[in-house]
């Protein structure tokens, strides 16, 4: 039995992740500070599919694709999918408040982003598969209910791709113009990992550009789990997929150069 006090897989992650920005030098904390969320979230998938006997094909379907006596299994991997990556974000909120090191404030937010993403998209299809199912059934049971975050800024968006890289150029955005606040006037290097600093990243990085159809209804059916130009792809492979691993590690080493030395 694991110690009492032994990290949770949840908590080895975020550890991990944030020893690959503070600690590159390490063998086993190479490569990109995302791929360890993406590797705790594919576990997290791939156990649920175990748990439910699903495959990874009928769980990236329309609810309306899905047979009779299939929905309700297809049901309960998204919201066991849905819960487990709530505690995730539980996790990841915890360290971000904990959090006195401004390059890991960084990475932290992105993957706080990059979990919210994949919440959003097993709420909706949770939600599809539920309007095939009598109510009777749910007696009883606690729905899948969305955490505090910035929804709104979150629907346009149908790719991960898409939303991550709105997420950076944001957070770009805004470290450049706090920074010019906080050193005008002779007022010197701004204060490491602010609470002004984070409070206002956090305020601005959905006020930005790009802003979302508020208009736009939540997708349900139509949401998938990977983009919608590739229908096939299996959900397992969305989280590992070589192209958001290319693209992260790129964008990211301009993401980390573009705010400067860490500051602890």
Not at 18 to 40: C, F, H
Not at 130 to 152: A, H, Q, S
Not at 157 to 178: C, G, M, P, T, W
Request: charge should be negative; include cysteine.
């Amino acid at each position: 039995a694991p110690h009492p006090e032994s990290p949770s897989d949840d908590e080895q992650c975020v550890q991990y992740m944030i020893s690959a920005v503070t600690d590159s030098s390490e063998p086993t904390t190479q490569g990109a500070p995302l791929s360890y969320i993406r590797n705790r979230m594919n576990d997290i998938v791939t156990s649920e599919l175990e748990n439910t006997y699903c495959t990874p094909e009928e769980v990236s379907e329309k609810s309306e694709m899905i047979p009779c006596e299939r929905i309700i299994f297809v049901r309960s991997f998204h919201h066991l999918v849905f819960d487990a990556l709530n505690q995730l974000l539980t996790v990841l909120a915890r360290y971000i408040n904990d959090n006195q090191h401004h390059d890991v404030s960084q990475v932290l937010y992105e993957a706080q982003a990059l979990v919210c993403f994949h919440i959003y998209k097993h709420y909706c299809l949770e939600r599809g598969c539920r309007k095939r199912i009598p109510d009777t059934l749910f007696r009883g049971i606690i729905m899948p209910k969305l955490p505090e975050y910035e929804w709104v800024g979150l629907r346009g968006y149908k790719s991960e791709f898409n939303y991550l890289e709105s997420v950076r150029k944001r957070a770009a955005y805004v470290n450049d113009l706090i920074s010019g606040i906080l050193n005008t006037a002779g007022e010197g290097p701004a204060p490491s990992s602010s609470s002004f600093e984070l409070d206002e990243w956090h305020k601005r990085m959905w006020a930005l550009e790009d802003a979302p159809d508020f208009g736009c209804a939540l997708p349900h059916d139509s949401a998938h789990l990977s983009d919608p130009t590739s229908p096939g792809r299996r959900v397992s492979e969305l989280y590992n997929n070589r192209e958001y691993r290319e693209y992260e590690t790129e964008f990211g080493r301009h993401a980390h150069g573009h705010v400067g030395s860490s500051r602890s």
